[in-house]
T-cell receptor, first 112, second 113 residues
Framework: AQSVTQLGSHVSVSEGALVLLRCNYSSSVPPYLFWYVQYPNQGLQLLLK??????LVKGINGFEAEFKKSETSFHLTKPSAHMSDAAEYFCAVRNTGNQFYFGTGTSLTVIP | DAGVTQSPTHLIKTRGQQVTLRCSPK?????VSWYQQALGQGPQFIFQYYEEEERQRGNFPDRFSGHQFPNYSSELNVNALLLGDSALYLCASSLWGAGYEQYFGPGTRLTVT
């Protein structure tokens, strides 16, 4: 069975500081992993995806994530936080049957 | 190119009533999935439609049903509404097959009173 765990329901960083949002997955097969962002009262927007190609995945808005099989992790990072990055972030894993499993989300606050 | 669209945007219903939510997938997509997102939670998978058939279903009761039309659009129906059905309902479209990401619509906010 597939699942994801997001460590830290709330993360606060200063503007310009490193953003690190943690995600660990559980999967019996090589996973497809995704990060989505959700702004208030909106749907989810895809940030990036891992589909067994390069382990370092670059996404939109300067975000990237590294797939580490040995740690079963897929943490999301951004070198320098911007005020516009404040949002809810969801990690998700997709099973072979096209079903997505989402984590409980991490709310990112950026302090000016 | 229009993305995923959903209607209505907001809906208020009374306990016991029935509701229908609609979704049009992104152009070129053939698969539609529905999710329920309760306040402060991640989306929970309800079911997925491909080729007008329900292909997968999450842990939701039979009160939740759906349909996919030949043009790939989809409906989510919920009968005998409960207060706990209040949530944001998200539709996502994708291409059937390995490795394809889902594109989400803006959601329908359902409030059951």
């Amino acid at each position: 069975a597939q699942s994801v765990t997001q460590l830290g329901s709330h993360v606060s960083v200063s503007e310009g500081a490193l953003v690190l949002l943690r995600c660990n997955y559980s999967s019996s097969v090589p996973p497809y992993l995704f990060w989505y962002v959700q702004y208030p009262n909106q749907g989810l927007q895809l940030l990036l995806k891992y589909t067994s190609a390069a382990t370092l995945v670059k996404g939109i808005n300067g975000f990237e994530a590294e797939f580490k099989k040995s740690e079963t992790s897929f943490h999301l990072t951004k070198p320098s936080a911007h005020m516009s990055d404040a949002a809810e972030y969801f990690c998700a894993v997709r099973n072979t049957g096209n079903q997505f499993y989402f984590g409980t989300g991490t709310s990112l606050t950026v302090i000016p | 190119d229009a993305g995923v669209t959903q209607s209505p945007t907001h809906l208020i219903k009374t306990r016991g009533q029935q509701v229908t939510l609609r979704c049009s997938p992104k152009s070129g997509h053939d698969t539609v999935s529905w999710y329920q997102q309760a306040l402060g939670q991640g989306p929970q998978f309800i079911f997925q439609y491909y080729e007008e058939e329900e292909r997968q279903r999450g842990n939701f009761p039979d009160r939740f049903s759906g349909h996919q039309f030949p043009n790939y659009s989809s409906e989510l129906n919920v009968n005998a509404l409960l207060l706990g059905d209040s949530a944001l309902y998200l539709c996502a479209s994708s291409l059937w097959g390995a490795g394809y990401e889902q594109y989400f619509g803006p959601g329908t906010r359902l409030t059951v009173t």
